[in-house]
């Protein structure tokens, strides 16, 4: 054999790679000069890791301790892990224990050919006793480096660099995907933003100017009370068009509102929506404009409204006749109210009372949410209808779509609004959120996208064993309750994604203000489990889009993991639309109504992240709407099955088209100094609402 050079200083054969190897030339120099590794059959163009816990061969040379080691017949492998353990022992012991080491490999651990370990060949190069120092910068290197970096910032341009799907309870991902950080506004795409809010706008105001509702393809309005319209569509609109700068649309909107408009009507009009959608607009556009004029309406329109609070919980009645000023109980309830909608008046009520210092309003709102602390529900979720006399939850739906929704995002933005005064609202948020990663937070089995599901309720007469692993909630009742999951999704949810991504960098930070996107150190653990759950929901949300007409359906399913063994290489996403095919008379599932949800979490993650593949994934949710539901002769439409580009269309435009989703839409191409989020909330309609500072007595329930 020959020679491969001294590798190690040691003492002994089985301490060749421990600490004590330096003190050996010095202490034992015949046996130093005996000892060699022979390596046998190591690919040539690779270094050998001296230290490494794998078992090495030796082989003996010359030297006055050869009689003795030639007991080794052939090649002798010491387990290294063990000769390290020894190092760490007394002297005295741990040269014991290395003779009785040797001796045992001599006896036990002898190699032949065909047990050689991981394939070391007979005859290596020679190896000196210290490696040589390999020169870190050379020419093929930088080279290497050089190319590598070219091609990421080609891929990183054009968004091929994408991140896998990270877990929603342990990883970080301070700045989502692709993109770059981008600051100012996107003039070309503000602007044709703006150009659709005139399109529709126009339309409106030549064919129904005034009416709540406004049907586009019949070029008519409509109203929610025979006895006249209370203005709808003009309120929620009239802020998104005067932050836009359309200044002579904004005169005739506040025209009509200065001559026509009336609430002196006889009809039975509904709590929550004309809460958020016309108190909300005529607060937002008095704080913009300081117009006199829309404080005085929202005044009158809450005191009209005030008797809908007049029930024994004082939890507010779903109608209200705002002509004879009395509260209606809606036939069609049976006593029952929506949660969300009771849940859902605040920020607007109490905003309203820090104007006219009147407290009033904040006391008939926040009595709401005093009813709801008292009523305790495990997890912290609710169910999604309360008894308006009683004060108790029934046993009901807990779900974070359709009257579960904005109960969630009003505990955050409570919080927010009298500037992070009032600790219950946190508190309460915090729970909350808890809860929905506990119980809610679910997996699809495709490509692992986070989505929330659904707790619906099933009569049993077991007290403590319930269906679904991990998954339990009680209402409070005398029965006990079986809660099945249901992996569905509303697009409603969507608001999730950017209300905790909003949550994490306010609510959830150890720092009094974080930077963008938020470094791991700034933020408590549950923001950083929020942050990382709301990038995801958001990748949801947008993969919900890829459909036929790049358009996001009403509602999603996800498939479970019985369905995906069944179904095997069928299934090509982690979600379905039920029942939606073309050419077949769609569900209302398949539907696109023009929700804004997907577009307010892309407009908060940009804000916060500053990454501008927002800014394209909002761009092209623009285009898909641009290409299906814009009318040539004015105004847009929903469309009845997004799964067909040549769906039908349906004959109406909501009021939140031109209030939310334009709105957002603007705000995340315009500059960021417009309605910034440290300075401002949004209400569940996107109307703005300053942050202030209370002079109200803070919630202490």
Same mark, same amino acid.
Request: a neutral charge; charged letters at 20%; hydrophobic letters at 35%.
């Given at each position: 054999m020959r020679n491969c050079g001294i590798i190690y200083k040691v003492p002994w054969a089985a301490s060749l790679l421990t600490a004590q190897g330096h003190k050996c030339q010095r202490r034992y120099p015949t046996l130093y000069s005996t000892l060699v590794l022979q390596v046998r059959q190591r690919p040539s163009n690779t270094s050998l890791d001296y230290r490494e816990p794998r078992c090495f061969l030796l082989q003996t040379q010359t030297g006055s301790w050869r009689p003795y080691l030639e007991r080794v017949t052939s090649y002798v492998a010491f387990d290294?892990?063990?000769?390290?353990? /020894?190092?760490?022992?007394?002297?005295?012991?741990?040269?014991?224990?290395?003779?009785?080491?040797?001796?045992? #490999?001599l006896r036990h651990r002898r190699m032949d050919v065909e047990d050689r370990t991981n394939g070391f060949r007979v005859v290596d190069d020679y190896h000196p006793l210290k490696p040589k120092r390999r020169r870190i910068f050379t020419f093929r290197r930088v080279l290497l480096a050089i190319l590598t970096l070219v091609v990421l910032v080609v891929l990183h341009k054009f968004e091929y660099v994408r991140l896998p799907y990270p877990s929603f309870t342990d990883s970080w991902n301070p700045l989502p995907t692709g993109g770059s950080a981008t600051s100012g506004p996107d003039v070309k795409k503000r602007d044709a933003v703006v150009e659709a809010f005139r399109h529709s706008w126009l339309a409106y105001e030549q064919d129904a100017m005034? %009416?709540?509702?406004?049907? &586009?393809?019949?070029?008519?309005?409509?109203?929610?009370?025979?006895?006249?319209?209370?203005?709808?569509?003009?309120?929620?609109?009239?802020?998104?068009?005067?932050?836009?700068?359309?200044?002579?649309?904004?005169?005739? @909107?506040?025209?009509?509102? #200065?001559?026509?408009?009336?609430?002196?009507?006889?009809?039975?009009? =509904?709590?929550?929506?004309?809460?958020?959608?016309?108190?909300?607009?005529?607060?937002?556009?008095?704080?913009?404009?300081?117009?006199?004029?829309?404080?005085? +309406? @929202?005044?009158?329109?809450?005191?009209?409204?005030?008797?809908?609070?007049?029930?024994?919980?004082?939890? %507010?009645?779903?109608? @209200? =006749?705002?002509g004879l000023q009395q509260a209606v109980d809606d036939p069609g309830s #049976?006593? /029952?109210?929506?949660?969300?909608? %009771?849940?859902?008046?605040?920020?607007?009520?109490?905003?309203?009372?820090?104007?006219?210092?009147?407290?009033?309003?904040?006391? +008939?709102?926040?009595? @709401?949410m005093r009813v709801l602390r008292a009523a305790k529900q495990p997890s912290n979720l609710v169910p999604i209808y309360m008894n308006a006399n009683s004060g108790l939850f029934i046993d009901s739906e807990i779900r974070l779509g359709s009257r579960g929704d904005s109960y969630y995002e009003y505990l955050l933005k409570q919080y927010l609004q009298t500037n992070k005064t009032e600790h219950v609202y946190r508190e309460m948020y915090d729970a909350a959120m808890q809860g929905i990663h506990d119980k809610l937070l679910v997996k699809g089995v495709k490509k692992g996208l986070?989505?929330? %599901?659904? /707790?619906?309720?099933?009569?049993?007469?077991? #007290?403590?064993?319930?269906?679904?692993?991990?998954?339990?909630?009680?209402? &409070?009742?005398?029965?006990?309750r079986k809660y099945t999951l249901q992996r569905k999704q509303d697009h409603l949810v969507c608001f999730l994604g950017g209300s905790l991504m909003l949550g994490a960098t306010t609510a959830g930070t150890r720092v009094e203000k974080v930077s963008r996107p938020p470094r791991e150190h700034q933020l408590t653990n549950g923001g950083k489990r929020d942050w990382q759950t709301g990038y995801e929901l958001i990748e949801t949300c947008v993969d919900t889009h890829n459909t036929a007409t790049g358009l996001s359906p009403e509602i999603a399913y996800f498939y479970s993991p019985e369905e995906a063994e069944r179904r095997g290489a069928e299934i090509k996403a982690d979600w379905y639309i039920k029942n939606a095919r073309p050419g077949a008379w769609p569900v209302y599932d398949a539907r696109y109504i023009l929700r804004p949800e997907t577009v307010e979490s892309i407009f908060l993650a940009y804000r916060l992240t500053g990454n501008s593949r927002y800014r394209k994934i909002g761009w092209r949710i623009f285009q898909s709407i641009e290409k299906h539901c814009r009318l040539d002769e004015g105004g847009y439409s929903s469309i009845l099955n997004v799964d067909d580009v040549n769906s039908k269309k349906d004959d109406k435009m909501e009021t939140f088209w031109l209030a939310e989703t334009l709105k957002y839409l603007y705000l995340l191409f315009e500059d960021e100094s417009v309605i910034p989020l440290d300075k401002y909330v949004f209400n569940t309609e996107a109307h703005p609402l300053p942050i202030f500072m209370p002079n109200h007595p803070l919630a202490d329930f």
């Open positions: 290294i892990s063990r000769a390290y353990q /020894l190092a760490k022992r007394p002297k005295s012991r741990r040269m014991a224990e290395y003779y009785e080491l040797e001796e045992s #490999a005034g %009416a709540d509702e406004y049907h &586009p393809l019949s070029h008519q309005g409509s109203n929610f009370s025979s006895h006249g319209s209370v203005g709808y569509m003009v309120i929620d609109a009239i802020d998104t068009m005067y932050l836009m700068g359309l200044k002579e649309e904004y005169q005739r @909107a506040r025209s009509w509102m #200065a001559t026509q408009h009336t609430f002196d009507r006889d009809g039975n009009f =509904n709590t929550f929506e004309t809460t958020i959608r016309i108190l909300g607009g005529l607060l937002s556009i008095y704080h913009l404009t300081k117009d006199r004029l829309y404080l005085d +309406k @929202a005044t009158d329109l809450a005191n009209r409204m005030l008797p809908v609070f007049d029930t024994p919980s004082g939890l %507010a009645l779903s109608m @209200a =006749n705002l #049976a006593g /029952l109210i929506s949660t969300a909608e %009771a849940t859902t008046l605040q920020l607007e009520f109490r905003y309203l009372s820090h104007l006219t210092e009147n407290p009033i309003y904040w006391d +008939k709102a926040e009595k @709401a986070t989505f929330t %599901a659904e /707790l619906i309720p099933t009569h049993s007469q077991a #007290a403590k064993e319930y269906v679904y692993p991990s998954r339990f909630i009680s209402p &409070p009742s005398k029965r006990f």
